[in-house]
């Protein structure tokens, strides 16, 4: 079964507007890492958040975790048209499933120029 | 370098014919693994090598054989494929093995190979 559920399934922005993808997970994880997929291409690792970890950033990207309510956010800021993908949050889960990454549904994100 | 390579990128075959899908990476990495993702979905796990080992088989059905000749080197072969298995087939590889729940660390993917069974 599917780990993460991301919100919004689909989000259409303007060039230089600030994008949000949430992610929402049930189970206790290791990590949860952010992924995006150019149309009918490979994955490509944004960045990744320990557990233990509840912010992190990495250039335009701000990734935020809560553990309590098992979710965590990516925020792109000053959305670029190259930005437009679809984005996957991917949860490292703990526990009985610990050999791999259990990916959500994908939110597609189109930057409009 | 920092890139697995997947060869063909795109595979047209027919039910009866005999393919391999191939993927390659140089980064020393010893975890591998081949995904199946439908249009709109996510990837779906399907083998996972860990130490040139088949560690992990999601319950894949026979028409395909994954190989792992060697550290850098990872197949897939396919035989009586059916329509539904049209899809792309991603390859990724991670630094470490499977050991303590290390499967679950950044994973590098392949561009893929984009499957059309006839």
């Known amino acids: 079964s599917q780990q993460g559920e991301e919100d919004p399934q689909a989000l259409s922005i303007q060039e230089g507007e600030n994008a949000t993808m949430n992610c929402s997970y049930k189970?206790?994880?290791?990590?949860l890492q952010w992924y995006r997929q150019n149309s009918g291409r490979g994955l490509v690792h944004l960045i990744l958040i320990r557990s233990n970890e509840r912010e992190k950033h990495s250039g335009r990207l701000r990734v935020t975790l809560d553990t309590s309510k098992k979710s965590s956010s990516l925020l792109i800021t000053a959305s670029r048209a190259a930005d437009t993908a679809s984005y996957f949050c991917?949860?490292?889960?703990?526990?009985?499933?610990?050999?791999?990454?259990?990916f959500g549904k994908g939110t597609l994100l189109t930057v409009n120029p | 370098d920092t890139e697995v390579t997947q060869t063909p990128k795109h595979l047209v075959m027919g039910m009866t014919n005999k393919k391999s899908l191939k993927c390659e990476q140089h980064m020393g990495h010893r975890a591998m693994y081949w995904y199946k993702q439908k249009a709109k979905k996510p990837p779906e796990l399907m083998f996972v090598?860990?130490?040139?080992?088949?560690?992990i088989n999601e319950s894949v059905p026979s028409r395909f054989s994954p190989e792992c000749p060697n550290s850098s080197l990872l197949n897939l072969h396919l035989h009586a494929l059916q329509p539904e298995d049209s899809a792309l087939y991603l390859c990724a590889s991670s630094r470490w093995g499977l050991a303590g729940g290390r499967g679950t660390d950044t994973q590098y993917f392949g561009p893929g190979t984009r499957l059309t069974v006839l």
């Open positions: 090598y860990s130490y040139e080992k088949l560690s």
């Open positions: 991917a949860t490292g889960n703990s526990g009985g499933s610990n050999y791999k990454l259990t």
């Open positions: 189970t206790s994880i290791n990590n």
